[in-house]
C-alpha cells in the first residue's frame, strides 16, 4: 500500500543530503514541497478511508514527510567549531552533533532558501542548543554570533616559532605544545608521510605540518586540539594539490616526505616567490642528480635550523665559522652526504609547489644578487664567484 503513495521522492531527497555544498545549492523547492503537501494528503484521505484503527501508523508516516525540527531560537547557549573547507552539509551534521539542530535536513533547507547561506565562514560560533535550522542559520550569518581569535602563523616559522607565537596569543605554556608535538600521528600526520626513498633512517617530527596560515583558535582550546587544526589544514592544503602523487609520479625516486623538506629549504632560502621553485630545483640537483660533487645541500640554513634546536643564536653566512659549517654533531651539518633529517620550518602553499613541480634547470648555485631578494642561478662554480662579486657590489653581501 504504502508504495501507492509514491514515497520514492523522499529516499532521492535523504540521498541527495550530502550532495549540498556551500555555494553550489539547488535551486527553489517549491516542487518538492508540493509533492510533500500532495502525499501527506493522499495518506490521510487513504488511512481514513480505511478506517479510524488505521491511524495508529500517522506518526510514523508524519515524520516521514515532515522535516524535524526545533521551534524557536533555542536553550542553553553552546560553542560550535566550524572546520576549515567546510561545506554546507559538513556544518549542518556539526549543528546536529552539538544539539543546535534537530535535523541535518532542517538546516539545509533553510540554506536553500537564503542565498547567503554560502556567506558562512569556518570559525568558532557561539549559539544555542534546540535552535530551529533556520534560526541557526540565521544566527551563522550574523557576525556577532561568530568569536573572532585569530592567530597568523607566517610561512617559514619553525615548530619553536609557533608554539611561540601560540602561546603569547592564548597563554597556554609552550611546553604543552612541546609536549602535544612529540606524536605527530596522534595529532593526525597519517603514519605513510614519514617514508624516504633515500634509505636514511625517519626521524617522526611535526616540523613541516604545522601549516601557515590564519587560525581562530576557541576560547577552550587545547595544545593538543590547536595543532591538530594546523595539521589537518596542512592534509588539506596538499591533499588539494595533489601534492603526495604527483610527487612520487613525477619527481622519480623522492618521496613526498623528501620533497616537504625541499619546500621547507626553498622557503627559507628563496629571496622572491618567483624563485622558490628555482631554490627547489638547487636541492634537488645537489643532492639527487649526482652531479654535485659532495652530494650534500651546502645551505647555511640547515646550520641555523640547528642552532635554533640547541637554543644557541642564529648566524649570518658572514659570520659562521668552518667548524660551525662542518660540525660532526649536527645531524643537519651542511656537508653531511644526502637530504636532512627533517624539515626546517614549515612552508607555506608556493613553497610546496614548487618542490612539486620545480622548473627544469641544471643549476647548482645561486645568491641573491640586490636587496629586493632576486637571486641569480647558474650551473657554473666560477659564474657563481661572479654573481657573489654583483651580490657585494649591491651590498647585499
Known amino acids: 500500500m504504502m508504495n501507492e503513495l509514491d514515497l520514492g521522492f523522499d529516499e532521492q531527497d535523504r540521498g541527495d543530503k550530502g550532495k549540498h555544498r556551500r555555494g553550489r545549492l539547488k535551486g527553489g523547492r517549491s516542487g518538492g514541497r508540493g509533492k510533500t503537501v500532495l502525499a501527506l494528503l493522499l495518506a490521510v484521505v487513504l488511512l481514513g478511508s480505511i478506517g479510524g484503527g488505521a491511524f495508529y501508523g500517522f ?5 516521514y514527510f515532515i522535516t524535524p525540527d526545533f521551534d524557536g531560537a533555542g536553550t542553553e547557549d553552546v560553542t560550535v567549531q566550524i572546520p576549515q573547507g567546510a561545506f554546507l552539509a559538513d556544518m549542518a551534521v556539526v549543528l546536529r552533533d552539538a544539539g543546535v539542530i534537530k535535523s541535518t535536513k532542517a538546516f539545509l533547507e533553510a540554506a536553500e532558501d537564503n542565498s547567503r547561506s554560502r556567506n558562512i565562514q569556518p570559525g568558532t560560533y557561539k549559539l544555542r542548543k534546540e535552535m530551529s535550522g533556520e534560526n541557526a542559520l ?13 592567530v597568523t602563523i607566517p610561512e617559514g616559522r619553525t615548530a619553536k616559532g609557533v608554539y611561540k607565537l601560540l602561546s603569547e596569543h592564548t597563554d597556554i605554556p609552550v611546553k ?28 617522526k617530527s611535526i616540523e613541516g605540518f604545522l601549516y601557515p596560515d590564519t587560525y581562530e583558535i576557541p576560547p577552550d582550546a587545547t595544545a593538543e586540539a590547536i595543532l591538530g587544526q594546523m595539521v589537518d589544514h596542512f592534509l588539506t592544503v596538499t ?32 629571496g622572491t616567490k618567483k624563485d622558490l621553485g628555482k631554490v627547489a630545483r638547487v636541492a634537488y640537483n645537489r643532492v639527487y642528480s649526482q652531479t654535485f660533487d659532495c652530494g650534500c645541500l651546502e645551505m647555511d640554513v640547515t646550520v641555523n635550523y640547528y642552532f635554533e634546536m640547541t637554543g644557541q643564536e642564529g ?5 659562521m665559522t668552518p667548524e660551525d659549517l662542518d660540525n660532526p654533531k649536527n645531524p643537519y651539518n651542511r656537508k653531511l652526504r644526502g637530504m636532512i633529517p627533517t624539515p626546517i620550518n614549515n612552508p607555506g602553499k608556493d613553497a610546496l609547489e614548487g618542490a612539486m613541480d620545480p622548473p627544469t634547470g641544471d643549476w647548482l648555485f645561486f645568491v641573491a ?26 651590498g647585499v653581501l
Open 138 to 150: 540565521n544566527a551563522m550569518l550574523d557576525p556577532q554570533s561568530r568569536i573572532v581569535n585569530g
Open 369 to 394: 644578487i640586490d636587496k629586493e631578494g632576486n637571486s641569480a642561478f647558474t650551473k657554473d662554480y666560477n659564474q657563481h664567484l661572479s654573481n657573489i662579486e654583483k651580490a657585494k657590489e649591491a
Open 59 to 63: 506518526d510514523r508516516i508524519q515524520n
Open 176 to 203: 604543552e605544545f612541546e609536549a602535544a608535538a612529540k606524536d605527530p600521528e596522534k595529532l593526525g600526520v597519517p603514519d605513510w608521510w614519514f617514508t624516504r626513498e633515500d634509505g636514511k633512517k625517519v626521524k
Open 239 to 270: 591533499g588539494e594539490l595533489e601534492f603526495a602523487d604527483r610527487v612520487q609520479k613525477e619527481r622519480g625516486g623522492i618521496s613526498p616526505y623528501e620533497a616537504l623538506i625541499v619546500a621547507s629549504l626553498a622557503q627559507a632560502e628563496a
Open 315 to 319: 648566524k649570518t653566512s658572514g659570520q
